[in-house]
């Protein structure tokens, strides 16, 4: 029996790439080392190598440099470090070609368009305020061109960069190299013939508009890395370790060790996924399990790591720690979904891989033939420069960054912030919507939805009850004690209090004896539930309602039954996504009764309960298997992977960081309504952008023949090139129109 070798992997943080061509020349660089599996994520600037031996990095990094590329082994906090500089690199150009530019284009404009305006010196004045831009802040296109170059290949730089140099090329042999003072032919001889024109403004006008949308992807790139910051900052930061004589001592958590035993006090965050030892607690899991009730732990029931202990003091042996506890299985899941989501080519690079070639080439030979056919150098090279601008990607880059900053605008209006470009096209395609129940379809806040007593009036039962609960700080408490006062008003002051740790408390309340508790509490006190009681528990615990038993006087007095609260907005918001067609389904760490009650009352037909963290991602994969387009909604640390996993994740801004930063959406709003809304909106963006980019390159092949024909001056195809990218940003612009029930102009 032959035994497989262990597969080894390595992160890698890859610099210098500009568009999906960048990544993917890096992934074919490494997949030609022996025994090497490289996948490279240019949206969070990734790769991860698998081998079957242990990697050598320095091969692998030597491998990425011959590439043209800068490479790491991955360190998160310098990755998200370098992230912020490049944003702040980046910011500083634009700054400075805003500042500059602008005015240097008005007056090349303007001097270009009316001659008798010139002065003495105008061209020292252009020149010495476009200079900056054109050389430090268009500097990373020239610098990746030129990497490019070297290393035999293209990308979008190599189109900007040689657009930029050719338009001051030609500005500089304007000024300086043709008779600049005749104006004769006025403003139509100008545009027909090359002499006499300057085209600065075509050089700025390209640098600053790339930077804008350079800007935008650096900031969205440092933010990548959100979802698996706030895992990482989730679990307890130290411990208090027990040792084998029983003395305590402070350590931080990354001492621990699995079958170290430590102490968990009231209101302290569990340190690991363990046993419990000694003591009774109740645990809130909520943000690892979906359980909206906090549940009841003693000698020998397990515990898991990131929840938080609300009463009562634990002595844990540790099982699971860092990597192999839970919380790093969800930090893993969130960390390898992301990459896989991320790695999909955006169709403006993928083009742009045959289109920038294409269009050097053709600006080469159009000039060649002009110059063949004796048309003289300066015909030729008008006519391959007007080729070369008539196709620089000016509106292919505002076509995505303008669409989403509109769009964005508008959602943070109607309660929706869209993330990045990358979810946007799998909103078109999405057939069905997973919710989690807790904090999502639910408020995640208990409250009293039934009351029982035969010895007492409700009122009465209340007051008695809320009293003893006043004292005391558990979720469920909490519940009786704002029930009982909108019941009863001024509750009286409770004695002899006492929390019996993980089951209740009891007090003395106007010279009576009260315990309040689990039913598991009366019957240790020797107390029986009347069977009509016992009737009562049976239908509630079906129901999938939280049951709490009171004795007065050692004998019981009644029940009370708590709920989470249905969002008020879950029915219509589910009615609202069966009229789209989408299929809804509850996705829930809580029991299947509780689930279906709640997915009963909210409309949503399927219910997927009992399922753990790392079970919901698997959920979301088996249905994407089953080919069906997968929405998420969620709001916890335990719906985080699934966020990552589904093609759209939605994530509730009332939830965890965890799941904000794995969700591709963030709903601002606590309305549900603002699910299919914002299906809507992410539907006409992704049109918006599609339209945006089918028009940037259906300009470029109708206006190329014209340019390469020499019917167009340079000037004129900067004239072109500005009304495309107008189009491009008032297309994106009828953005602003889309309105909460999603029947806008885009739609139409």
């Known amino acids: 029996m032959t035994s497989v070798a262990p597969v080894r992997s390595v992160e890698l943080a890859i610099g210098g790439m500009t568009c999906a061509a960048c990544a993917a020349r890096v992934e074919r660089k490494l997949n030609k080392l022996d025994g090497v599996r490289a996948s490279v994520n240019f949206a969070t600037e990734r790769a991860i190598v698998e081998t079957d031996a242990p990697p050598d990095e320095d091969v692998l990094l030597r491998q990425v440099s011959q590439a043209g590329y800068t490479a790491e082994v991955l360190r998160r906090e310098q990755t ?33 368009l009316v001659p008798s305006l010139r002065f003495s010196g105008w061209q020292a004045v252009v020149l010495a305020l476009a200079a900056p831009v054109l050389t430090w802040s268009a500097w990373p296109f020239h610098r990746k061109a030129a990497v490019a170059l070297r290393h035999g290949s293209t990308s979008m730089d190599t189109l900007v960069s040689a657009g930029i140099l050719a338009a001051t090329a030609w500005s500089l042999y304007s000024m300086f190299g043709a008779d600049t003072a005749s104006g004769a032919d006025g403003v139509w001889g100008l545009l027909l013939r090359p002499a006499g024109s300057i085209y600065l403004d075509v050089a700025i006008g390209v640098t600053v508009f790339v930077l804008a949308g350079r800007l935008y992807e650096a900031r969205a790139k440092r933010t990548a890395g ?128 045959v289109f920038v070639p294409t269009v050097v080439a053709l600006a080469v030979l159009t000039a060649a033939g002009w110059a063949l056919a004796g048309s003289g ?92 609960e006043t004292a005391s700080e558990h979720p469920v408490a909490a519940a009786i004690t704002a029930e009982a006062r909108a019941e009863a008003g001024e509750l009286p002051v409770v004695e002899e209090f006492t929390s019996l740790s993980g089951l209740g408390a009891r007090g003395s309340v106007e010279g009576h004896d009260v315990l309040v508790g689990s039913t598991r509490l009366l019957q240790e006190h020797d107390i029986t539930l009347p069977p009509s009681f016992r009737a009562d528990v049976e239908t509630w615990e079906h129901a999938g309602l939280g049951v709490v038993a009171a004795a007065v006087d050692d004998t019981t007095a009644g029940l009370i039954a708590v709920a989470d609260t249905l969002r008020p907005s879950a029915p219509a918001a589910i009615s609202a996504l069966h009229g789209l067609r989408l299929r809804t389904i509850l996705l829930t ?124 001056n340079p000037m004129v195809s900067a004239a072109a090139m500005a009304l495309s990218s107008l189009f491009v940003v008032s297309n994106s612009l009828r953005l602003r129109t889309f309105d909460a029930s999603g029947q806008t102009t885009v739609d139409q």
């Open 80 to 112: 998200r470090a370098a992230r912020g500089d490049e944003a702040r690199r980046v910011w500083r150009r634009l700054v400075v070609a805003l500042l500059l530019g602008i005015p240097a284009a008005d007056l090349s404009f303007t001097l270009a």
């Open 226 to 353: 959100a979802a698996l910051r706030a895992l990482s900052e989730l679990g307890a930061k130290a411990v208090s370790l027990l040792d084998e004589h029983g003395a305590e001592r402070r350590v931080r958590t990354a001492e621990l060790r699995a079958g170290d035993r430590f102490v968990v006090r009231p209101g302290e965050t569990i340190a690991a996924d363990g046993v419990v030892l000694d003591g009774a607690c109740t645990v809130d899991g909520a943000t690892m399990t979906g359980e909206s009730v906090p549940r009841e732990v003693t000698l020998g029931d397990t515990v898991l790591g990131a929840t938080v202990a609300l009463g009562g003091r634990l002595v844990v042996r540790a099982t699971h720690i860092g990597a192999d506890s839970r919380i790093g299985l969800l930090t893993r899941l969130v960390e390898r979904a992301q990459h896989d989501k991320a790695s999909a080519q955006r169709l403006a690079d993928r083009i742009s891989a």
């Open 377 to 468: 150098a300066p015909r030729a090279f008008s006519a391959g420069l007007a080729v070369l601008i008539i196709a620089c990607p000016c509106a292919l880059g505002l076509a995505t960054p303008t669409a989403l900053l509109v769009a964005s605008g508008r959602g943070a209006q109607l309660g929706i912030f869209l993330k990045g470009t990358a979810p946007l096209d799998s909103a078109r395609e999405v057939d069905t919507v997973v919710f989690d129940k807790t904090g999502t379809v639910t408020t995640g806040q208990l409250t009293v939805t039934g009351v029982r007593s035969e010895q007492y009036g409700r009122e009465e039962f209340l007051r008695l009850v809320g009293a003893v």
């Open 589 to 712: 760490g809580d029991r299947e009764t509780t689930a279906r009650t709640v997915a009963a009352r909210a409309g949503i037909d399927e219910v997927i309960a009992d399922v753990l963290p790392d079970g919901k991602a698997a959920v979301i994969d088996r249905l994407k298997r089953e080919g069906r387009t997968v929405a998420m909604v969620g709001d916890g640390v335990n719906d985080a992977p699934a966020l990552a996993a589904a093609d759209l994740g939605l994530a509730m801004v009332t939830g965890t960081d965890v799941a904000a930063g794995a969700a591709d959406v963030i709903l601002v709003s606590t309305d549900l309504s603002v699910v299919p809304r914002s299906l809507r909106l992410a539907r006409a963006t992704t049109r918006t952008i599609r339209g945006n980019l089918w028009w940037a390159f259906g300009y470029n092949v109708a206006a190329l023949p014209l340019a390469a024909a020499g019917l167009l």
